[in-house]
T-cell receptor, first 115, second 112 residues
Framework: DGGITQSPKYLFRKEGQNVTLSCEQN?????MYWYRQDPGQGLRLIYY???????QKGDIAEGYSVSREKKESFPLTVTSAQKNPTAFYLC??????????????FGPGTRLTVT | GENVEQHPSTLSVQEGDSAVIKCTYS??????FPWYKQELGKGPQLIID?????GEKKDQRIAVTLNKTAKHFSLHITETQPEDSAVYFC???????????FGSGTKLNVKP
């Protein structure tokens, strides 16, 4: 069964704690992405990775960190430096091929609540 | 960078009617325009996409039109059904590491 899995679906943390969100894909895609979604807003790019051991900051990277040690995995850590971490987090992946743009496939998301 | 604007933010139609959602983009280099449907508590799913070498694309009840000169593209849903109720997002991309720029979303409500 191919696709993108994110775990857990719901996550609760106390303020000041770091938390890591999991994202795994078995689609053999090179590129992976993390987005943040707030109520009534579009998706904002946090980080993206085009290849293993390489990643770039998106539009709202402050307070977040990522790693890409394996092609299948792209975990996101929400650090205590992120001022408003409560949000719905979406992971996506896509094939890459030079100048051709491909569809991004999304996981089911993780809803993080920090109190 | 690219800026994508989407209208309307909410849209309510009667079952069987048509629905139209519009997006504009700012970067003339954008050449790929996907539309995603997101149901409550789930990740977005692609419903249709169009590339800049095509003016219109249709898939059953769903169609997308693109006007490169005016830099806008639209999603058309005909014969709407209650299961079409969801949030719809447009996006634009120009192959820059496959970065997508999303609109703010349209909440479509189809009343039975």
């Amino acid at each position: 069964d191919g696709g993108i899995t994110q775990s857990p679906k719901y996550l609760f943390r106390k303020e000041g704690q770091n938390v890591t969100l999991s994202c795994e894909q078995n689609l053999n895609h090179d590129a992976m992405y993390w987005y943040r979604q707030d109520p009534g807003q579009g998706l904002r790019l946090i980080y993206y990775s085009q290849i293993v051991n390489d990643f770039q900051k998106g539009d709202i990277a402050e307070g977040y960190s990522v790693s890409r040690e394996k092609k299948e995995s792209f975990p996101l850590t929400v650090t205590s430096a992120q001022k408003n971490p409560t949000a719905f987090y979406l992971c996506a992946s896509s094939p890459t091929s030079g100048r051709i743009t491909y569809e991004q496939y999304f996981g089911p998301g993780t809803r993080l609540t920090v109190t | 960078g690219e800026n994508v604007e989407q209208h309307p933010s909410t849209l309510s139609v009667q079952e069987g009617d048509s629905a139209v959602i519009k997006c504009t983009y700012s970067d003339s280099a954008s050449n790929y325009f996907p539309w995603y449907k997101q149901e409550l508590g789930k990740g977005p799913q692609l419903i249709i996409d169009i590339r800049s070498n095509v003016g219109e694309k249709k898939d059953q009840r769903i169609a997308v039109t693109l006007n490169k000169t005016a830099k806008h593209f639209s999603l058309h849903i005909t014969e709407t059904q209650p299961e079409d109720s969801a949030v719809y997002f447009c996006a634009a991309s120009w192959g820059n590491f496959n970065k997508f720029y999303f609109g703010s979303g349209t909440k479509l409500n189809v009343k039975p």
